[in-house]
Structure formats: structure tokens, C-alpha cells
């Protein structure tokens, strides 16, 4: 066998199924277009629509062949052996109706031992117990009849679920030696060592399997494959494990330099740098196909995926951030297949930074967690469930748990903490199952049902705001119906539509729909299935009525208000490019006629400065009257030409492009101005956060920004007219004012110190996490008396963003007084004033008590108030 890169298996996969017949096309994007689905993890996900006849393929092509990028981590635990991968490419080819069994068997054996070059006594292939078909075919092929064995159908034989599309499927597997195996002289495919290497699945659909267990043919019989890139690599490069190829093997070299280790010397060494290769390919994938860190979904898998691979950072030595050098080698590496990494790769890198830096503090609480875990131990067995919190929720791997706790003379419960792991598991592989039923589960309803019936809807809004068009489907509370009367509310389907769809964060189109005494008011416009035009209707006049000719018109000022908007959003993006950074990147959007709203990726609260010199550039570049240029482009062709593909979008081979002169290039498939004096004045009302790294401005243009002007200026002069002042004077008379008003209210509180405003600032400031999870204050604060601390907690319990508790002690006439107090959802995570204040009371040669939610106490000797408060934080830190 000749060496082979893992590109030129990938290209020569491509070539050759293309020169069958297939279209070659772009993986998609990591975020699958069915909701249902977490993230994409089989190369068939974009293909569901075809599978099921919703859309058609191109006549000229057979079939289709693509590389595509997946993710899958129900098996996490087992990342960093040999064969399981978080991220891998798989390579597949797909028919839905033009080529079958024959066709594919005869091209897998002929790439494989063509192409490919493997030597035919190294092939084995296995089959479905009943496909005698498929056997015959694999023996007309040459290939010999011991090489072929038959498995049941938990093992070659899919389904997606009880019902629906299922079929047989043949596996081609490939003998890597006796030398990697079992030893057992019946060891064949299908065993669980690691001779027999299962490389490609071909799965036939041919079956629609019924409620009864039968199976009915399907009209059509569809072929859909995969082939793991990763594990050809292995074998057209010689090895036995998936890390030892060319790109993993780069990756894991990226640790031995970082860490100053050798691979191969130490296995927990080469478990870590294994893991952290295939993880920073993880992460680097789906931060550039849009996917952030976050508590939920898909941005749990990343944020866990790189929490893990800090974790077997720091137990190799690397305390301070690293994963960026991963993701310079993995867009080195893989760069030029998968544009997006390049596009998105300050993003990338920025992204990945926050969150290092992030967990740092994660794992700082881990070590008080297990700290105050062992402290409260009664015994010398660290609870299972304990030792799995530290895993799941702050990263610590059980070796090191097991490695912190033995300094302490302690066990951990591993029973426990497997039984906690497999409950995990099983939660994951029930989700996969899920997944893989409703990655072929039919999208069904009347909307799916009309857009295989009537095609797309002929849309001609950007030119036209006005169009004749015919009723071809009329829908009322989810069911079609011939006619829509007076007062009734539904959905109309015409052939063409001036109406443009909510979309891309624009929203959708109001009008009317009228003829010869019918008049129905557009009240919303959605596109519930893509291409599928529905004109949300209430009918004022006359009934509506399916095959009617129909006026329908858009109301041109909502539009023309929505259009400013829009390419305002473009003008501010670029603006803020220029200002923050190349790493700003659009994160989410609204586009109404109100207002715009526009979310974008940034590591930090945006400066007034900054937002002030955003706001003048785009400004600037909206008065420079640049007219806009839109046209239609190849993918490829726009990419090449710099446009800029936004974060976390799909698109399709044939894109459209909004130019406005070099300042913004975009690819976009909304509503926009002929040029940008159009859109008069943008004004930003606000910026916030609204999330990890994620920010948000809002804004106003042409007659919204008017209108907010002239709210401003209305405030303004009634503020005047109240301080009785000129209107320009209004800020030196407010502030004079309020400096005034501090004075009284320091005067006034000078005896109660701790509610001046100032120090309960300060001290919600101070709030620190708590080893249970709720914030909590320990403080030394000034106090008048008992009264002044339990006044001050009932306004720090009122100003803490989250409910949380405190530790107070002050100082009185040399004698210290000492209070703890509560909220209810403390005391429920396990706060309790009255332990506290019977521990801490004796440093002060004092003591008290009191309820779980609050408890006070005095002391003779306020010089052992430090003493006091160290002790509070041993208890609750």
C-alpha cells in the first residue's frame, strides 16, 4: 500500500464518486438545520430533505458526495483511545433513487482496491443475515465467500426508529494483523479487539417498517455511506490508532512542545495529549460555525469539551492559557478545506481565550468544593456522587480527585461515581438514539405537504412591492381549506409573493391581499418551511378563495423603514470591525421598523469612547451617500472575493451579495436601501451584555432616530423648566444638585455606616461564591449597633444580584458584635446562621445563636474579630 495523507484520501474520495456522477458538496455547518438535532454527526443530516422527497436533485447528477465535519460526544469518557474522536470527517456518497446496491458495492471495492490500493485478502466484508443479495453481489465482485460473514440486525441492519425508513447495511472491515487482535482462532469481524477495523458502512434503505414489524419496499430505495477519514488514514498510514496519523499526530506534537514531554514515555502523558488534540479540533469547528460557551445545548458540549481539555492541560504542567497554539496548527492543518476556520479565526482564538481564562476561577471552586467536601467528611470514603459533581460540573478528572483525597487520607467511592457515570452515559445514548430518530423522522405537517406539492413560492420582492399572483393553498389552524370568510384568520400560499418572509433577524412584510370584493389584510409573512411562502392573513372583506387571481402589495413605508434598518445592521457591523477589532463577528440580529437590534461576539463592555466612534464612523459612511451594489454569486466566488459569510449562517452554493462600496460586503438575503443617505441617521440607544463574550447595541435610523431625538430633547427641556435653568445648563445644575444631596445624605446616615450607599457597594461587591454555589459577604463592617446589621442585611439581601447570605462582625466600644443571616434559597443550599455564629463566636470570647436563616452574637474582645471572619470563610468558602 502506498502512504497516504488524510487530504489526499479526502480529494481522492471526492474525485471519484464525483466522476461517477455525484455532485460534490460543502460539508455543512456543525449546527443542523432540523432543531431536533444538537449537533450534525452524520454526513446524511443536509440530505434529509432529498431522502424524503422534498427536494429534488439536480437531474445531471446521480447522487452526491461530500466530507463532512461531525461531532458527536456521547462517548467522552472514551476519547483519547485508539479509535473514538469528538470531532471527525466523514466521507460519504448519497442517492436517493438513481443508483442502488449494485452500483455502490461495485464502486466501495473498486475505490478500495483500486484507488486505495488495500490488498483484496485484507477485505472483509459483513451483511445483513437475510441480504442474500448483497452476498452474491460481494461474491461477483471476486471477493471470497470466508471473507464475508452475516450479523443480525443489531448489527447490520438501521433503523431510525420503530417505523419509518430502514434498511440493511454491508460493512467493509480491514484485517490490520493477528499482531493487534484477540488471539482467538474464530476472531473475525464483528469482534470486540482491534484486529477487524470497520472503515466503511454502506446502508441500503429500502424499507418503510410498519407499526405490525413488517417492512414495505420503498418507492424509492436510497444508498447512504460514510467512511471515516480519520480511520482510512490509519490504515493507509500504516498505524493502528486514529492519533498517530497525520493530523492528530501534528495536534498531540503541538502538547509535547507546550508541555516539554515525549510522547510514547508515559501513558497518562499521552492520554492528556491525545485528548487535548482531538478536543482543540472540536472546539475550533464549532466555535467557527457559530456555536458560544455557554449552560444549555450545544454550547454546554463545547464549553464541557474545552473545560476538559484545560483540565488535561494543567495535569500536564500548563497552568496558563495554551489551547490558541492548538487552534493556529488545526487552521494551519486544515485550513484550506474548511474556510470558515480561517474567517473566523481571531473569533476563534478570542473565544477560547475568555473561556481559559474563565475556568481558572472554575477551578479555583472545584478545589474549595472538594475542600469543604473532606472537611465535612464523617469517615475516610469521599462519596461517589461528590466525586462525580467535581467531574461534571468543575472538570477535575477522577485520577486527580483520587490523587487530592489520599493526601488527606481519604477514599473516593468509585462505585459511586461509576454508577453516577453510567447513569450519564446512558442519558447520552438515549439523546444519540434520539438524535438518530429524528435525523429521519419525516418533518410532516401542511406546510411540508404543500411545499412538496406546490415547489417554492416565486418571490419578487426586491424589485417589486406589488404583484399579481393566484391562491394556491389557503391553511386554518393547521389544517388547508378552500376558503378563508370575513373575520376569519389563516395563511395563504400564492404562486408569487412581493412579500419577503421573516428572516436572517428581518422581520416579515405587512400588506394587503385583494381582488373584485375581497380584501385581506397581510398582518405577518413566515416562511415555515424554507422556500415556502405563508401571508399570516385576517380577510376584511368579501372570502377568499383557493385559485383566486389576487393584487398583492406590500406596504411600501413599513418596508422602506425595515430596508434602512437592515442595511444599517451591515454598516454598524463593519463599524464595529473597525473599531473593536477584526474579531467582532454578527452573533444574532432583529431588524423591525421601530428599531434594530444587533448582537456581535467582543470580550468586553464596549467603552463610551468606543461606542461613540462607532456610532461616528458608520455615521460617516452613511452620509458619504454610497449607492448599495446586490448581486448573486457562486459560494466560492464570494469567499475568494473577501464577502463576509456571517457567523454561524448556512448557506448555499449560490449566495447574494450586499455591497456598500468597500465598507461593508456581506452575504445576505434580506431587503436593503439603493444607497445609504437613504438611511438618513443611525443613533445607538443602548449596549449591554447578553452573554459570555457576546454583547448587544440597539439603535434607531431615518425616522426612528428622529423620533428619538426629539424624545431626548422633550425630557431634556422638561428637566429645564423644572430645575428653572437655560437647557444647555441643565447637567452643571444636576450634578451641583446632587452633590448637594449626598452631603444631607451623609450628614444623615453618619451613624449608620453600613447602609450608607457607598459601603453597600462596596460590600455587595465583595460577594464572593460560596463552596455550595450562592454568593456570601464576610466583611468587617462599621455599626452603631445589633439593629444596624440586621437594617444593613435586609438592604444587601435587597441589592445582591442573586439571592445569596453574609457574615457581619463591627466593632462597638471595643467589644465586637456579630450577626449571619440568610435568604431562603441560601439556607435550602445548605447555609446556617446558627452553626456559624456558634463557631466563629468564641474567637471574640462571646456567644449566641439563632435560626438557620439568621443569628447574632457579641464578643468581649474585638481583637479577635480577623480570627472570626477567617474562620466564617473556612466554613462557607
Not at 16 to 37: M, Q, T
Request: a negative charge.
Amino acid at each position: 500500500m502506498k502512504y497516504m495523507t488524510s487530504a489526499e484520501i479526502r480529494e481522492k474520495y471526492l474525485k471519484f464518486f464525483e466522476e461517477k456522477g455525484c455532485k460534490r458538496l460543502p460539508s455543512s455547518s456543525l449546527i443542523p438545520d432540523d432543531p431536533s438535532l444538537l449537533l450534525t454527526s452524520a454526513g446524511m443530516v443536509q440530505f434529509k430533505p432529498y431522502f424524503l422527497h422534498q427536494k429534488e436533485l439536480d437531474p445531471t447528477y446521480i447522487g452526491t458526495t461530500t466530507v463532512q465535519k461531525c461531532v458527536r460526544t456521547n462517548d467522552i469518557d472514551n476519547i483519547g483511545d485508539a479509535r473514538h474522536l469528538s470531532f471527525f470527517e466523514m466521507l460519504g456518497n448519497f442517492s436517493f433513487g438513481r443508483y442502488f446496491k449494485k452500483e455502490m458495492c461495485a464502486w466501495a471495492f473498486e475505490f478500495s482496491t483500486e484507488v486505495l490500493g488495500l490488498p483484496k485478502e485484507k477485505l472483509y466484508f459483513t451483511v445483513f443475515e437475510d441480504d442474500d443479495e448483497t452476498i452474491e453481489i460481494w461474491k461477483s465482485l471476486g471477493v471470497a465467500e470466508d471473507h464475508i460473514s452475516k450479523l443480525g440486525e443489531e448489527d447490520n441492519f438501521w433503523r431510525a426508529g420503530p417505523t419509518g425508513p430502514c434498511g440493511p447495511c454491508s460493512e467493509i472491515y480491514f484485517d490490520q494483523g493477528p499482531e493487534v487482535g484477540c488471539g482467538k482462532p474464530d476472531c473475525k469481524p464483528g469482534c470486540d479487539c482491534d484486529r477487524f477495523l470497520e472503515y466503511w458502512n454502506c446502508v441500503f434503505t429500502q424499507f418503510d417498517g410498519q407499526e405490525d414489524g413488517t417492512l414495505a419496499p420503498l418507492q424509492t430505495k436510497n444508498i447512504d455511506t460514510g467512511m471515516g477519514l480519520e480511520r482510512m488514514a490509519a490504515i493507509m498510514q500504516g498505524v493502528t490508532n486514529n492519533y498517530d496519523t497525520d493530523v492528530l499526530r501534528s495536534l498531540v506534537a503541538v502538547g509535547e512542545r507546550l508541555a516539554g514531554v515525549e510522547y510514547g514515555k508515559d501513558e497518562a502523558a499521552d492520554l492528556c495529549l491525545r485528548i487535548i488534540a482531538d478536543h482543540s479540533r472540536s472546539v475550533t469547528f464549532m466555535i467557527a460555525d457559530g456555536i458560544l460557551p455557554s449552560n444549555e445545548g450545544r454550547g454546554y458540549v463545547l464549553r464541557r469539551l474545552l473545560r476538559r481539555a484545560v483540565m488535561k492541560g494543567h495535569m500536564l504542567g500548563l497552568d496558563k492559557p495554551f489551547l490558541n497554539e492548538y487552534v493556529d496548527e488545526v487552521v494551519k492543518l486544515m485550513g484550506s478545506v474548511y474556510p470558515e476556520i480561517v474567517e473566523n479565526r481571531e473569533l476563534i482564538r478570542g473565544i477560547i481565550l475568555s473561556e481559559e481564562e474563565r475556568f481558572g476561577a472554575n477551578l479555583r471552586q472545584g478545589r474549595a468544593f472538594l475542600s469543604d467536601a473532606l472537611d465535612k467528611l464523617d469517615g475516610t470514603v469521599l462519596p461517589g456522587d461528590q466525586a462525580f459533581t467535581l467531574h461534571d460540573t468543575y472538570g477535575f478528572p477522577v485520577d486527580i480527585t483520587r490523587e487530592l483525597c489520599e493526601e488527606r487520607g481519604v477514599e473516593v467511592d468509585m462505585d459511586g461515581f461509576e454508577r453516577c457515570m453510567e447513569q450519564q452515559r446512558e442519558r447520552a445514548r438515549a439523546a444519540n438514539v434520539k438524535d438518530a430518530e429524528a435525523a429521519w423522522s419525516t418533518y410532516g405537517g401542511v406546510h411540508a405537504d404543500l411545499l412538496k406539492e406546490l415547489g417554492a413560492t416565486k418571490f419578487v420582492g426586491y424589485q417589486e412591492l406589488s404583484a399579481q399572483a393566484t391562491v394556491k393553498a389557503l391553511v386554518k389552524d393547521g389544517t388547508r381549506v378552500n376558503e378563508l370568510a370575513a373575520g376569519q384568520q389563516g395563511e395563504v400560499v400564492l404562486d408569487v409573493t412581493p412579500f419577503y418572509a421573516e428572516m436572517g433577524g428581518e422581520v416579515g412584510d405587512t400588506g394587503v391581499i385583494a381582488c373584485d370584493g375581497v380584501k385581506a389584510e397581510v398582518i405577518d409573512t413566515k416562511a415555515p418551511e424554507k422556500g415556502l411562502v405563508c401571508h399570516v392573513v385576517k380577510v376584511v372583506e368579501g372570502t377568499l378563495c383557493a385559485e383566486q387571481v389576487v393584487t398583492a402589495t406590500v406596504e411600501a413605508g413599513r418596508r422602506a423603514r425595515v430596508t434602512r434598518n437592515h442595511t444599517a445592521t451591515h454598516i454598524l457591523h463593519a463599524a464595529l470591525r473597525q473599531v473593536l477589532g477584526e474579531h467582532v463577528s454578527q452573533a444574532g440580529s432583529y431588524v423591525g421598523p421601530d428599531r434594530l437590534r444587533f448582537d456581535f461576539t467582543h470580550f468586553a463592555a464596549v467603552t463610551p469612547e468606543q461606542l461613540a466612534e462607532v456610532e461616528r464612523v458608520a455615521n460617516e459612511f452613511i452620509m458619504s451617500a454610497t449607492p448599495t451594489n446586490i448581486y448573486e454569486t457562486s459560494l466560492d466566488a464570494a469567499r475568494e472575493g473577501g464577502v463576509m459569510a456571517l457567523f454561524g449562517e448556512k448557506y448555499g452554493e449560490q449566495v447574494r451579495v450586499v455591497e456598500c462600496g468597500t465598507f461593508s460586503r456581506e452575504l445576505c438575503g434580506g431587503c436593503h436601501v439603493a444607497n445609504t443617505a437613504e438611511i438618513g441617521l443611525m443613533k445607538i440607544t443602548s449596549e449591554t451584555s447578553v452573554g459570555a463574550n457576546v454583547r448587544r447595541i440597539e439603535a434607531v435610523t431615518s425616522f426612528g432616530a428622529l423620533e428619538y431625538i426629539n424624545k431626548v430633547e422633550s425630557e431634556l427641556k422638561e428637566t429645564a423648566e423644572e430645575l428653572r435653568v437655560p437647557l444647555f445648563d441643565v447637567s452643571e445644575r444636576t450634578a451641583a444638585n446632587i452633590k448637594q444631596l449626598r452631603e444631607f445624605t451623609k450628614k444623615a446616615k453618619q451613624s449608620k455606616g453600613i447602609v450608607s450607599d457607598d459601603n453597600i457597594t462596596k460590600l455587595v461587591d465583595s460577594a464572593v461564591a460560596s463552596a455550595a454555589g450562592y454568593p456570601v459577604i464576610i466583611s468587617r463592617v462599621k455599626v452603631a449597633d445589633a439593629g444596624a446589621l440586621r437594617n444593613g442585611w435586609d438592604i444587601l439581601h435587597a441589592r445582591m444580584p442573586k439571592p445569596g447570605a453574609c457574615v457581619l462582625i463591627g466593632e462597638k466600644d471595643g467589644k465586637a458584635v456579630l450577626m449571619a443571616a440568610g435568604s431562603p434559597e441560601a439556607v435550602e443550599a445548605g447555609f446556617n446562621a446558627g452553626a456559624i455564629i456558634k463557631v466563629i463566636a468564641p474567637c471574640v470570647q462571646g456567644g449566641g445563636g439563632g435560626k438557620p436563616s439568621m443569628a447574632q452574637a457579641g464578643g468581649k474582645n474585638a481583637a479577635g474579630i480577623d480570627d472570626a471572619l477567617e474562620a466564617a470563610r473556612k466554613m462557607l468558602l
